[in-house]
């Protein structure tokens, strides 16, 4: 067989069918009856509108609370995986059909730092470093210091009791000795190189 252009107008694809479609497009015709039929996964105004009234109760829309994306989730953060409009995380899709492309470099965050919320009004575009920024603001950015921190070797109290060691004359190799650790370390925590919140 010979292969030829999908007859449908600016699809990109070939087909070696007898009926020139490509194989999206003749998938849609044998499901749907139609080449050009939107398939379950095309969002629409009216598929969030009944999506939401479903969903959510009249009170919650008033109230300004948040609507949670009812299906998967797209990672351990809780985001809502829809893949839609070219997009798999829900709030995205939303973000699309209310307001149109998200342009390039800009995310989709959240007012209510709610990962499943789909709340149109809840959302808005930023950069990477506003997310982070806003992470920071919020509280939400997770700091692992002192014994926290699974690199750490020295105790918090340990470390002030190395610091006096050091400062009443003691040698810094000694100490190390001590803590089973390397003299650059003891230096590094003397100098406040290393914890200086300790």
């Given at each position: 067989m010979t292969w030829?252009?999908?007859?449908?107008?600016?699809?990109?694809?070939s087909s070696?069918?007898?009926?020139?479609?490509?194989?999206?497009h003749y998938a849609n015709k044998r499901l749907r009856g139609d080449?050009?039929?939107?398939?379950?996964?095309?969002i629409t105004r009216r598929a969030i509108d009944a999506l939401f009234a479903r969903v959510h109760t009249p009170a919650a829309r008033?109230?300004?609370e948040c609507w949670h994306?009812?299906?998967?989730?797209?990672?351990?953060?809780?985001?809502?995986?829809c893949n839609r409009n070219g997009q798999k995380i829900a709030s995205r899709a939303t973000w699309v059909e209310t307001y149109g492309p998200i342009p390039e470099g800009m995310w989709v965050l959240h007012k209510c730092d709610n990962p499943p919320c789909v709340r149109p009004s809840h959302l808005y575009l930023g950069t990477p470093a506003r997310n982070t920024r806003d992470m920071v603001e919020r509280g939400r950015q997770v700091t692992h210091v002192n014994e926290a921190n699974a690199r750490t070797v020295v105790a918090t109290e340990d470390v002030q009791r190395i610091r006096e060691r050091v400062a009443s004359g003691e040698m810094q190799k000694l100490v190390a000795e001590d803590y089973g650790i390397h003299?650059?370390?003891?230096?590094?925590?003397?100098?406040?190189?290393r914890r200086s919140y300790a």
């Amino acid at each position: 067989m010979t292969w030829r252009p999908c007859r449908i107008d600016g699809c990109p694809n070939s087909s070696e069918l007898r009926d020139p479609l490509c194989a999206a497009h003749y998938a849609n015709k044998r499901l749907r009856g139609d080449p050009l039929a939107l398939g379950q996964n095309a969002i629409t105004r009216r598929a969030i509108d009944a999506l939401f009234a479903r969903v959510h109760t009249p009170a919650a829309r008033e109230a300004g609370e948040c609507w949670h994306w009812p299906g998967t989730s797209f990672s351990p953060h809780g985001y809502g995986n829809c893949n839609r409009n070219g997009q798999k995380i829900a709030s995205r899709a939303t973000w699309v059909e209310t307001y149109g492309p998200i342009p390039e470099g800009m995310w989709v965050l959240h007012k209510c730092d709610n990962p499943p919320c789909v709340r149109p009004s809840h959302l808005y575009l930023g950069t990477p470093a506003r997310n982070t920024r806003d992470m920071v603001e919020r509280g939400r950015q997770v700091t692992h210091v002192n014994e926290a921190n699974a690199r750490t070797v020295v105790a918090t109290e340990d470390v002030q009791r190395i610091r006096e060691r050091v400062a009443s004359g003691e040698m810094q190799k000694l100490v190390a000795e001590d803590y089973g650790i390397h003299p650059a370390h003891v230096s590094r925590l003397c100098s406040g190189k290393r914890r200086s919140y300790a």
